[in-house]
């Protein structure tokens, strides 16, 4: 599916649209309750501020005409205490009441805002986990967060901007040009709205202009962090060859160019701001001369002089700030435009309509002529057939890029067959619901990941309404409990992230015993010792013969040792099956599978002597010898010329 551009086709109004079902929930008509008062605090705020210099007027007429001798003299201390601090006092009050209208509305509007933030987040976190494996191998996870996270904090930045400052500011505006109509003549009125027109024109050519001085610096400053980076990492390098000067020259460069896009920022900031007090004060001084002319000819007061004033600096205010406000707001609509691609991305892998549970009466597993390509020009697999009875055990082998571990991806579902068919005791996988399908299968992977909690937490992942003992029992079954015993947090430890505070080892393990824990009537183990040493390889492998017993399993190995007991091998060649039948039937016909095991044979004699050498090297004969790590070394599958060629997707 190609997607499109979010960055093209992001506006205000289509962002506003997409956010309004979440602001204006038809199932929370709480929240509904709040957007109304909101909107009437926030029309009470305004009003408060365009009263404000009206007050500023009266107050001014009567100081004015206090100071000219217009009311009595024996009531003239009256009129000083009542009119113009009355009117002061007013003042005072209706800002009061503003600042209080005005907080008073944010906090109301914060739940609403936050709500929709929240269930946003929630949906598009939740519609992440429904797209497709292949949708998420195509991205970086890091990515996929950064547009969660720059996805949320965009719709907090919206809701702040547009509707607490950009919507407010436009009302007031309004309101502005009303009174200029009302209380003046058209011409104010006229005169407001094009120094606005000036203002918000002028405001966007140099914002556009400032947008791109400003991605300037930020990729300048991203890369001379990246330089930073790498030059640290890489300090030992660094220090072997003497490029200190040369590593200090590079990331002078990089700053360098920081320093000139900062420089073109700051400057173009003070551009910015100048051109828009000059255009405001331009309208500002027409304004005030035209009230002049006015007064001199009688038709005004000089408290009308002083009302023009205040209220244009009051408005003043929130103009200065459009700048970075058109700049926010056009970030974050982009931000939540690309949210709002992931949840319009349809999921690849989809239930049928009318899909059912899947029933597992039995147990057998089958692939009926199976093919299936990641790309179009490339066909992973070719056409294979093969059936894992209920309660047997089948491994599949082969050289790297053979198709193996697609096998697992495919019964699986995370990718659908291209043509052919896989069954569970006759049921066609398409056809029944991902969520029971999955249920019925436990997964030992490769490549175990962790995540980043205690280890009773990762085990109980298997079955989440198991009980304590259950997972104890699940651990011991995986040779794995004595080790968590000894530690000082025992399950309560924390295994760290993607499981790094434990070695590849004790996270396989703990891998297993999650998978025992779920208890499933399919086992799929792909590789499942891979990461073991050869000790804790043949306890684990005892384990997993006593949980495959009676359960369908189906092994996909590199080590053939691991699979020599399986009823019944299957020998994969560039997608096809070149080879079946138990490990001794194998050995005699000499083919593939028999050169595998001889060349895995001959790494494993050459393993033990590197092990008998390292045995000799005692600390009395060397005492500052570090014994080698020959523990580690795993025999390579042997390479077949007809499957050389790497499967990027194993």
Known sequence: ????????????????????????????????????????????????????????????????????????????????????????????????????????????????????????????????????????????????????????????????????????????????????LLAFDWRYAAMVLVTMLVFMAYTYRATEWRIKIRKAMNESDTDATAKAVDSLLNFETVKYFGAERRESERYDRSIAKYEKAGVQTYTSLAVLNAGQATIFT???????????????????????????????????????????????????????????????????????????????REGTLRFEDVRFSYDPGREILKGISFEVPAGHTIAIVGPSGAGKSTISRLIYRFYDVADGRISIDG?????????????????????????NDTIRYNIRYGRWDATDAEIDRAAQDAQIDDFIRILPQGYDTEVGERGLKLSGGEKQRVAIARTILKGPPILLLDEATSALDSYTEKEIQDALERVARGRTTLVIAHRLSTVINADQIIVLDAGQVVERGTHEQLLLEGGLYAGMWNRQREADAAREKLREVADELTPREKPNATPPAVAQVEPEPVAVPSSQKIEAAE
């Open 1 to 180: 599916m190609k997607e499109v551009n979010p960055v093209t086709r992001a506006t205000l109004l289509s962002t506003i649209i997409g956010l309004w079902p979440h602001m204006w929930p038809s199932t929370r008509p709480d929240l509904k309750r709040r957007v109304f008062v909101a909107f009437v605090l926030l029309l009470g705020a305004k009003l408060a501020t365009i009263l404000m210099p009206f007050t500023f007027k009266w107050a001014t007429d009567a100081l004015v005409a206090v100071s000219d001798g217009k009311t009595p003299v024996p009531h003239l201390w009256f009129a000083i205490l009542s009119a113009p601090l009355a009117l002061v006092a007013l003042y005072g009050l209706i800002r009061i009441s503003m600042a209080l209208l005005t907080q008073l509305r944010d906090g109301l509007f914060a739940k609403v805002a936050l709500h929709a933030v929240r269930r946003l987040a929630q949906l598009t976190f939740d519609h992440m986990h429904a797209l497709s494996l292949r949708f998420h191998l195509e991205r970086k996870t890091g990515g996929l967060t950064r547009v969660l996270e720059r996805g949320r904090n965009g719709i907090e930045e919206l809701v702040r901007l547009v509707v607490l400052q950009l919507a407010p500011t436009i009302l007031e505006l309004g309101l502005v040009i009303g009174v200029m």
């Open 282 to 360: 331009l309208g500002l001084t027409v304004m005030m001369a035209m009230c002049v002319f006015d007064i001199q000819a009688g038709r005004r007061t000089v408290g009308d002089f002083v009302m023009i004033n205040a209220m244009l600096i009051q408005l003043y205010i929130p103009l200065n700030f459009m700048g970075m406000l058109y700049r926010e707001i056009k970030q974050a609509t982009i931000d939540i435009e690309q949210m709002f691609g992931i949840l319009n991305r349809n999921p690849e892998i989809q239930d049928a309509p009318g899909a059912k549970p899947l029933e597992v």
């Open 427 to 451: 049921q066609d996988i398409r056809d029944v619901k991902q969520a029971s399908l999955r249920a019925a299968i436990g997964m030992v992977p490769q490549d175990t990941v962790l995540f």
